[in-house]
C-alpha cells in the first residue's frame, strides 16, 4: 500500500473511532446501558479498536484533538481510597474461597478470573481480595496492571520489581530478569494480580508464567479481565467469577458518598432527586456512579445536576 493510499485509510479509521475508545467513558456507558448483553460485546470491540488505534498512530495523525481524546488512563495499584465498597461482601467472600483452595497443579499455581464489564469494579473487588488478612499467608505479593497492550518484557520486569519491592530488574536483559525472578519464586508460595487483562494470545501467557512454575503448590494468579475467553485461555475455567452489576440501592450509596461527601444530604433533597434519577441511568456500574458523582460534588445549582442527567 502506497503511502497517500496508507494515510487515507488510517484517516477513515480515525474517523471512525469515537471518544468512547479511552478505555472507559461514564457519560457513553449511560447512554448505552440499557442495551443488556449487547453492552459486553461492545465493550470489548472498542477495547480491541482502541488499541488498533494505538498501533496506527492516529493519536499523532489528528493532533492535539486525538491526544486529549484518546489517553491511556494510569496503572491500577493495590493502595487506594476506599473507604467504603458497597455490595461486594458476597463477591470477596466467594473470591476468597477460591484462595483457600488447593488444587492439584503441575505449575503448583491456579488462575482465578474475575470477569466484568468496565466499570462494574473488578479491580476493586481485586483490591479488596489482595489486601485482606487471607492474603498475608502467601509469602510473596506481585500486582501488576497489564492493560491492552501486552508487554511481555515490561511485564516480567513489573512481576519481579512489585514482589521485591524495588526496582530490581534495574538494567538487566529479558532472559536476566526471567532468571532472577525464577530464583526469588523458587519453592514459595505467590499471588499475584494481573489486572485488566485483554490478551488473547496463549503463547504470550505461556510465556510469561514460565518462571511461575517452581512456586509452591497453592500459589494463586488473579486475573481481572472484560473478557471471559481471556480467562478460559490462561485456565481459569473452573475458577471464574462473573462480577455483576450492582442494584440500584448500592449503586446509589456510591454516587451519594462520592457527590455529598462534604454537605449533609438533608438540605439538598432537589439535588437527591436529581441524583437518584442519575444513579438510575448508571446500569449498576459504580465507577459509572463514582465518576458523576465527582463532576456534581462542588456544583450546588439544580440546572448543573440536570445537564449531567440529560447529558
Excluded at 93 to 107: A, F, I, Q
Excluded at 287 to 293: D, R, S, T
Aim: aromatic share 6%; proline share 4%; hydrophobic share 40%.
Amino acid at each position: 500500500m502506497g503511502a497517500e493510499a496508507e494515510e487515507a485509510s488510517t484517516s477513515k479509521v480515525s474517523r471512525f473511532i469515537p471518544s468512547f475508545c479511552t478505555c472507559f467513558n461514564p457519560t457513553h456507558v449511560v447512554r448505552n446501558v440499557k442495551m443488556g448483553p449487547k453492552i459486553g460485546e461492545i465493550t470489548s470491540r472498542l477495547q480491541d479498536i482502541s488499541a488498533r488505534k494505538a498501533g496506527l498512530g492516529l493519536e499523532k495523525l489528528r493532533g492535539a484533538a486525538a491526544t486529549s481524546a484518546w489517553q491511556r488512563p494510569p496503572p491500577t495499584t493495590p493502595i487506594a481510597y476506599e473507604p467504603d465498597v458497597y455490595g461486594r461482601d458476597e463477591d470477596k467472600t466467594l473470591v476468597l474461597d477460591l484462595l483457600r483452595k488447593v488444587e492439584p497443579n503441575e505449575n503448583n499455581v491456579s488462575v482465578i478470573s474475575i470477569v466484568g464489564l468496565g466499570g462494574v469494579g473488578k479491580t476493586t473487588l481485586a483490591r479488596l481480595v489482595y489486601n485482606d488478612d487471607l492474603a498475608k499467608n502467601f509469602e510473596l505479593k506481585a500486582w501488576v496492571c497489564v492493560t491492552d497492550v501486552f508487554d511481555l518484557e515490561n511485564i516480567t520486569k513489573a512481576i519481579l520489581n512489585s514482589v521485591l519491592n524495588s526496582d530490581a530488574s534495574g538494567s538487566l536483559d529479558f532472559q536476566q530478569v526471567q532468571r532472577k525472578l525464577t530464583d526469588t519464586l523458587a519453592g514459595k508460595t505467590l499471588l499475584l494480580i494481573l489486572d485488566d487483562v485483554w490478551n488473547e494470545n496463549y503463547c504470550n501467557w505461556d510465556r510469561l508464567r514460565a518462571p511461575l512454575s517452581v512456586v509452591a503448590k497453592g500459589s494463586k494468579v488473579i486475573v481481572t479481565t472484560c473478557n471471559k475467553n481471556v480467562a478460559l485461555m490462561m485456565g481459569a475455567a473452573k475458577n471464574v467469577h462473573e462480577l455483576n452489576h450492582l442494584s440500584e440501592d448500592d449503586c446509589w450509596s456510591v454516587f451519594e458518598k462520592h457527590a455529598f461527601e462534604h454537605r449533609n444530604i438533608n438540605d439538598h433533597p432537589n439535588l437527591e432527586s436529581i441524583g437518584r434519577k442519575i444513579v438510575a441511568k448508571c446500569g449498576g456500574l459504580p465507577l459509572v456512579a463514582k465518576e458523576l458523582a465527582g463532576r456534581l460534588r462542588s456544583k450546588q445549582r439544580e440546572a448543573e445536576w440536570e445537564s449531567v442527567l440529560n447529558s
